[in-house]
């Protein structure tokens, strides 16, 4: 991965009418990143993504791929390839002759085509399976045909359009692996394209999540994860418990507030904040909340009741009444130390850390229809 | 189909297999299917029986003689005047089916990728003239075509040309000509389904592996709606080379074609053995040329890779 910019989005707006698809959209792409657009269905990731592939025309700004405004170039000029969400395999031709569709055009001798099918098949371990028609093929093997089909083009880019969404999960967790092996062999920029926001955390360098035709944030899967700026990211990333809080006084890049029962805490101030009232949302992740059993002690602890229990293997989820809190907590814990045993109405206690807390700010209004 | 699900039957050895059998799915696909398996057996396949039957016969004046003979079919296998109107019959059908899908292939693409929401009107619009009737649509192409016609007066009124061409009616390119615009609605159809039925991702693919619109036309469109024109080439060519109609209407001497041959046989020349034979002999034909083509059709769009 370099420094420099691979993609870079400007101001780039698409309007079906009055709907708005994409609301001023700019983002820059490094060489060699594996990038995702993550968010609901609808919310326009994947009008970007086709934007960048050149089978959407938005309305204003451009595109420049490796330094080129492209905006103008049709699909078959644009030195990106695509994995479909359907794959697209072509019913008409087999395996061979769909990874070699693309290099018709570079008029190579026989023997090298032939040798750059064999190798794009070995990538996507496909070998010896040249010969097979679209239709003989299981998902996963149609999957890995569409990346060998794209990857043998050697593209600058690669656009991966939930490309792991029709597999079942077992694979698809397979797929996840293989994808970022490949992507860290090839170093090709990779964009992926889904609405499943542990795929995007596992596979990428940078997320970027859009709600309503806008980016709400990018930022590293860690850091999004850990530091959601809005609301709106904070529970699309994962279970969050908000409370509402009292701003008690700013320094420089802090702000002390009073989170209810939890006390006062020092919580870092998000990019864009602004305290217009005295009120502020802040979350905690339930991961963060740790039960504390006998004679555990915390430096910050709590008590309350199991309101609600549900079982999923290896954790337990558990929704915990606080006295003095308008909404129950929800916490996850591992079933090591018989969580899934507790009975709902337990009187238990829980531990939790103040830098856990994080502060978030408004989002915006949707404005489009 | 039909011939594997009536197997079963043969081997139904004890009674309560059979009954299994009764209510098994099978036995009730072949219950629903049965009225109309027996009315088509009846109707359609019982009829070609009797005409090939008919042409190892021989006619006596009144009489049919049924002692086994070929004779009818060297007859119409050597008799110049058949061969030729063979020839003329499989040439005209072949024409008019090539340029009926030529002509309704691009139809057909624009009613599929750019119909919009409008795609039934179009398609009902393109069924408006097969409402009137198949002989006043032959009529109306002789007032078209004719001397003092439309094409004629219209050609003199633009100046470009300075007295009627006679040209224009009683030969074969009249019959094509009457015989493409009748037949077009049912190429259209066949080729709009397969059209519809072509993943619009798989287009979209193509491009995105560096072809062009027409490339990728060529490429995935065009083969992948194959089935479609080889059922409108079917549908065009099988009926129109027995076409009896159109050649008596605008064909002219030029125009004659087989069916006349044969309806003559069966009407005026009272020779039921003889027109069996040509009918025959043109079915096989039909079939042999119809299959050839398919072939030909599908190894050149398998060829484009």
């Avoid at chain 1, 083009?153 to 092996?181: C, F, G, I």
């Avoid at chain 1, 337990?316 to 079933?335: A, F």
């Avoid at chain 2, 070929?70 to 059908?93: C, G, H, K, M």
Wanted: charged share 20%; aromatic share 10%.
């Amino acid at each position: 991965m370099s420094d420099r910019a691979m993609i870079q989005i400007e101001n780039v707006s698409k309007f079906y009418g009055i709907y708005k698809a994409l609301d001023d959209v700019s983002l820059s792409i490094a060489e060699g990143e594996f990038f995702s657009l993550l968010g609901p269905s609808g919310c326009g990731k994947t009008t970007l993504l086709r934007s960048i592939a050149g089978f959407e025309n938005p309305t204003a700004g451009e595109i420049y791929i490796d330094g080129v405004p492209s905006l103008a170039l049709p699909p078959n000029k644009r030195p990106t390839n695509m994995v479909f969400q359907s794959y697209a395999i072509f019913p008409h031709l087999d395996v061979a002759e769909n990874v070699a569709y693309g290099l018709k055009r570079l008029k190579l001798s026989p023997e090298e085509e032939k040798k750059r099918v064999g190798d794009a098949l070995d990538m996507v371990r496909l070998s010896g399976l040249g010969q097979r028609k679209a239709h003989e093929l299981s998902g996963g093997q149609r999957q890995r045909v569409a990346l060998a089909r794209a990857l043998v083009m050697r593209p600058k880019v690669l656009l991966l359009d939930e490309p792991l969404s029709a597999l079942d999960k077992k694979l698809r967790e397979e797929m996840q692996v293989e994808l970022r092996t490949l992507q860290k062999a090839v170093g090709i920029t990779f964009i992926l394209v889904t609405h499943d926001q542990y795929e995007a955390l596992a596979l990428s360098d940078r997320i970027a999540v859009m709600f309503g035709g806008r980016i709400a944030q990018i930022a590293s899967p860690k850091e999004i994860y850990q530091r959601p700026r809005t609301r709106k990211v904070a529970d699309f990333l994962g279970g969050m418990n908000f409370l509402k809080a009292k701003v008690l006084g700013e320094q420089g890049n802090a702000v002390s507030i009073d989170a209810a029962r939890f006390g006062a805490v020092q919580l870092e101030k998000p990019q864009g904040f602004a305290a217009s009232s005295g009120h502020v949302t802040v979350g905690i992740r339930p991961e963060r909340l740790r039960l504390l059993w006998d004679d555990d002690r915390a430096p910050h602890e709590l008590s309350g009741r199991i309101e609600n229990r549900a079982y999923f293997g290896e954790v337990t989820h558990l929704t915990v009444g606080i006295d003095g809190l308008e909404q129950p907590l929800s916490m996850v814990e591992t079933n090591n130390f018989g969580a899934d045993d507790l009975p709902i109405g337990a009187e238990i206690r829980l531990a939790y850390d103040p830098e856990a807390f994080v502060l978030l700010a408004e989002d915006p209004p949707v404005t489009r229809i | 189909m039909t011939a594997a699900a009536f197997g079963p039957i043969a081997d139904t050895p004890s009674p309560s297999r059979r009954r299994a059998w009764m209510r098994s799915e099978e036995a009730r696909g072949l219950a629903m299917i049965s009225p109309t398996f027996l009315y088509a057996l009846a109707l359609l396949f019982l009829p070609v029986l009797i005409v090939i039957a008919y042409s190892f016969w021989t006619q006596n004046y009144l009489e049919i003689d049924r002692t086994f003979t070929l004779e009818n079919y060297r007859q119409a296998l050597t008799e110049p005047i058949y061969r030729d109107l063979f020839v003329r019959s499989l040439w005209i059908s072949l024409t008019v089916s090539v340029v009926t899908v030529v002509f309704s292939y691009p139809v057909a693409w624009f009613i599929s990728f750019h119909g919009g929401v409008h795609k039934n009107l179009w398609l009902f619009l393109i069924t408006v003239p097969c409402w009137t009737s198949y002989l006043l649509r032959v009529m109306s192409w002789k007032v078209i075509l004719g001397y003092g016609g439309v094409m004629n007066t219209g050609l003199i009124s633009m100046g470009l040309i300075d007295k009627p061409v006679t040209s224009l009616l009683y030969n074969s390119n009249a019959v094509v000509i009457t015989l493409v615009h009748s037949w077009a609605a049912f190429a259209i159809l066949p080729i709009y389904v397969s059209l519809q039925k072509v993943d619009r991702t798989l287009i979209e693919a193509a491009r995105d592996l560096g072809d062009s619109r027409i490339k990728a036309f060529f490429r995935v469109t065009l083969p992948l709606s194959l089935p479609g024109v080889i059922s409108a080439f079917l549908i065009v060519m099988i009926p129109t080379v027995g076409d009896y109609v159109t050649p008596r209407l605008v064909g002219g001497k030029d125009g004659v074609m087989i069916a006349t041959a044969i309806q003559a046989q069966f009407g005026k020349a009272a020779n039921w053995p003889l027109g069996a034979a040509l009918s025959v002999t043109t079915m096989v034909l039909v079939s042999l040329s119809a299959a050839a083509i398919v072939l030909a059709l599908k190894f050149t769009i398998r060829r484009i890779k």
